[in-house]
């Protein structure tokens, strides 16, 4: 089992920044990998990026298009956090912003987008961009 517990969302204007966290406690250490996604109310999960780990390094990181150049994903080995900065806010990122924990250690990358790779979900932080 592995706990997540994200945090850092709010209100923020339009251009404005902010930075989630995701704290993940339990057998953090068996999954390879871990995303960040978005839902907003009707829409369908959304994904944005994703951290890839071989046990002693990070080996990747993929972002959506709709999020890359603005959006940067990191991890902190020692804290087993992983975090979101987020810049240049815009109002349709609006959403429910999660972190999942990928299924096994060893990663498909071609499916790093796909939710239904992920086991372990955070409750969400709500992140609202205003115009």
């Known amino acids: 089992q592995v706990q997540l517990v994200e945090s850092g969302g709010g209100l923020v204007q339009a251009g404005g920044s902010l930075r989630l966290s995701c704290a993940a406690s339990?057998?953090?250490?068996?999954?390879?990998?871990m995303g960040w996604f978005r839902q907003a109310p009707g829409k369908e999960r959304e994904f944005l990026a994703a951290?890839?780990?071989?046990?002693?390094?990070?080996?990747?990181?993929l972002y959506d298009e709709s999020v890359k150049g603005r959006f940067t994903m990191s991890r902190d080995n020692d804290k087993n956090t992983v975090v979101l900065q987020m810049t240049s806010l815009k109002p349709e990122d609006t959403a429910v912003y999660l972190c999942?924990?990928?299924?096994?250690?060893?990663?498909?990358?071609?499916?790093?987008?796909?939710?239904?790779?992920?086991?372990?979900w955070g409750q969400g932080t709500q992140v609202t961009v205003s115009s």
């Open positions: 999942a924990a990928y299924r096994w250690f060893i990663v498909n990358m071609d499916l790093l987008w796909d939710h239904a790779q992920y086991e372990y």
């Open positions: 339990g057998r953090a250490s068996s999954t390879g990998a």
């Open positions: 951290i890839t780990w071989n046990g002693w390094t990070d080996t990747s990181t």
